[in-house]
T-cell receptor, first 117, second 116 residues
């Protein structure tokens, strides 16, 4: 049963605490991504990784950190520096091989809803 | 900057009717044009996508119309059903220069409600 798993589904955090969101995929995809979703704003890219031990900042990386030690895993840490962390977080993955000269689309996990108390 | 503008923000359609959602983009380097469907509390799922070398693609009740000169593409849902009630996102893809990675640029979404 191939796919992307995210855990936990719901997460509560006190202000000032760091928290790590898990993302695992068994699709053998090279690329992985983290997005944040807020009501009425679509999805915004936080970080993405093309290969193991390499990652790049997206559009809203401040207050977040990631690691990519294994191809299958791309955990996201929401640090205390993130001023407004309450949101729905989505992990995605894709092939990086260019198909017919063009990149492939992304497949999403079920998401983690983070609430800061 | 907002590279993708999606409209309408919300749409209410009667069962059996046609739902139309539009997406306008700025960057002519986009080279893949997907629509994603998202149900509450779930991740988005690819619904249908089109390459820029064709003007229309149909899969069942779902059709994408693509107008390259106008930099617009739209999603048409024929014979809309209550089960189609969801949020729809256009998310054109741009291949990163110097890499084999593609980035999606999401519209803000359209919440579709289909009344029985």
């Amino acid at each position: 049963d191939g796919g992307i798993t995210q855990s936990p589904k719901y997460l509560f955090r006190k202000e000032g605490q760091n928290v790590t969101l898990s993302c695992e995929q068994n699709l053998n995809h090279d690329a992985m991504y983290w997005y944040r979703q807020d009501p009425g704003q679509g999805l915004r890219l936080i970080y993405y990784s093309q290969i193991v031990n390499d990652f790049q900042k997206g559009d809203i990386a401040e207050g977040y950190s990631v690691s990519r030690e294994k191809k299958e895993s791309f955990p996201l840490t929401v640090t205390s520096a993130q001023k407004n962390p309450t949101a729905f977080y989505l992990c995605a993955s894709s092939m990086t091989l260019l198909l017919g000269g063009r990149a492939d689309t992304q497949y999403f996990g079920p998401g983690t809803r983070l609430t800061v108390l | 900057q907002q590279q993708v503008k999606q409209s309408p923000q919300s749409l209410i359609v009667q069962k059996g009717g046609i739902s139309i959602i539009n997406c306008a983009y700025e960057n002519t380097a986009f080279d893949y044009f997907p629509w994603y469907q998202q149900f509450p509390g779930k991740g988005p799922a690819l619904l249908i996508a089109i390459r820029p070398d064709v003007s229309e693609k149909k899969e069942g009740r779902f059709t994408i119309s693509f107008n390259k000169s106008a930099k617009q593409f739209s999603l048409h849902i024929m014979d809309s059903q209550p089960g189609d009630s969801a949020t729809y996102f256009c998310a054109p893809l741009l291949a990163d220069r110097g890499s084999t990675l593609g980035r999606l640029y999401f519209g803000r979404g359209t919440q579709l409600t289909v009344w029985p």
